[in-house]
C-alpha cells in the first residue's frame, strides 16, 4: 500500500523530474524495503520524503519544469514541393485538453439557459409617440396596427394562429385549458401591447394617457389565470395579472385630472411668459389661454398643461415631464424646473 | 619545420589560451562557492568512482559515519541541479548483474574543480577555526 501511495506521488512530479528520475527512486524504494529490517519505518520514512520532493518541485524549481526546447525538423521534400519545419512531437499537454473541455461545456451551459430565459425579459419596442386626435371611436386593432409596424405584425401573427386565438377571443375566454407556453406568451405580449395602445382612445379626457390604463382593460385583466402546477410560465402569467387585478381596484389618481384641480386665470397668468435653463439653452414659452397653460419648449409643438396642485403641472403628450413653478416671496414666479426622469433642468424666468 | 619566431608565437598562444582558459574556469567555479552540505556530500561521494543514486546516498552516510543522510528527493533533486549546471555528467546504464532501471553519474571536470575550490574553502576555514580556539596562553608578568 506504502508502494502504491508511492508511486501515486512519483506521478504526480513534474514531467521532466519524472522521466528523469521516477524509476530509480522507485527502485531505491523497493531496495530500501527489502534491505532495512524496519521495513514499514522506512518506507513510511520515504513516502515523506517524496511528499517533500513533490512540494519542492511543484513550489521552488519552476525552472526544470520546462520542456527542452524541440528542435524543429524539416519534413523532406517530395516531388518539388517545398518542406516544412514542424515541432512533431509537440501536442497539447492534458491538463490543458481537460480545462478546455470544462470550460467549453461551462460557455455551451450559459448559451443554452440564455436561450431558455431569453422570454422572459421585456421587449422594450420603439413605439412611436401616439398622437391625442386618434379617432376615439377606432376600432383598437386597426389603431393598434396604424400605430407600430411590430405590434401590428405581431397582432396578425396571433389572429393567424392556427388554433384560432383571436384578441377579442383572448380576452373573454377562460383560460381553464391547458394552456400552451407559446401562446401564453403570445396572449402575455398582445395584453401588454393592448394596455399602452387601446387606452390611447378612450382616454381623450385625461392627459398621459399610455400610463393611466382605463378601468375596462383593467377589468380584463382581472382573471385568474389557471394553469396546471409546474408550469412557470403559466404562474409568472397568473401572478401578473392578480397583480394587475389589484391596481384595477384602485381608483384612477384624482391628480392627473384636470377636474380636480382648478387654477384662477390670474394665477395662470402669473405664470405665463419666457423662461431659459442655462446652456444647452433651453427657451420654454408659457402663455394663459383659454383658461389653462399652454407650454411651448424648442422645436416641439405648443402642449397644455394640466395642474396636478397649484405650482405643479403636466403636459398632454408627455407623461415623463413634470413641470413646477416657484415662486418668491411676494408671488412672483421666479422660475420654472422641469423633472423628466429624475434628472432637473431649472428654467429662469427672463 | 617552424621558424623560431613562429613557434614563439604558437607557444605564446599556447599559453594565452590556457591561460584564458583557467581564467574563465576560475570565474565559473567562484559561482558555484559555497556548496550546500547536500551538494558537497555528493560530489564527494562521486570523486572516487562512478555511482548510481542508491551508491551515492550509502556513500554519503558512510563517509558522514550515518550523521548525514539523504532521501532519494533531496537526491534527485540535487542532482538535477548538479547536472544541470555541468558538474555531474550521466555516464548511461551498466550492462552485466546490475539493475538495467539504474544510471551511474560521474563528476565533470567543472565539477572536480568545483570541488576542489570547496574544499580548499573549507580548509581555510579549519584553519581560521583551529587558531581562534586555540585556549589563550597566559601572558608572562
Known sequence: MLRSA??????????????????????????????????????????????????????????????????????????????????????PRAIALVHGSILSIAVLCLAFLAIRYAWNHTVNLPFPMVDREVDASADPQSSLASVGRIAGSALSKLSSDPRGFLPSQIETRSRSTAPDDKVSRKMQKTLDMQAHFSAVPTSLARPSTAIAPSPQLLQRYSEIYVAPAGDRVSRKMQAASERRADFAAVPSPPARSSAAVTLSPQLLQRYAGIYVAPPPVLRVRVIAKGGELQIEMAGQPMRTLQPVSETKFQAAGLPDYQFEFQTNPDGTVRQLNIDQGGQRVVAVRQ | MLCPAALRILVANSLDIRYIGFRLMKEKVAEFIPLSPATLHILLSLAGEDRHGYGIMLEVARQSEGQYKLGPGTLYDNLQKLLDRQLVQPVGRRAGDDDPRRRYYRLSPLGHAVLSAEVGRLEDVVREAKVRLQPAKPRRA
Open chain 1, 6 to 91: 508511492y508511486v501515486l506521488i512519483l506521478r504526480l512530479h513534474p514531467r521532466r523530474f519524472r522521466q528523469d528520475f521516477a524509476e530509480e527512486m522507485l527502485l531505491i524504494f523497493d531496495q530500501v524495503a527489502s534491505s532495512s529490517t524496519k521495513a514499514m519505518l522506512a518506507e513510511t520514512k520515504l513516502l515523506g520524503d517524496g511528499i517533500v520532493s513533490l512540494l519542492r518541485q511543484w513550489g521552488l524549481r519552476p525552472e526544470f519544469r520546462r520542456e527542452p526546447a524541440v528542435a524543429a525538423t524539416l519534413l523532406p521534400a517530395g516531388d518539388g514541393v517545398p518542406g516544412f519545419y514542424t515541432f512533431g512531437s509537440f501536442r
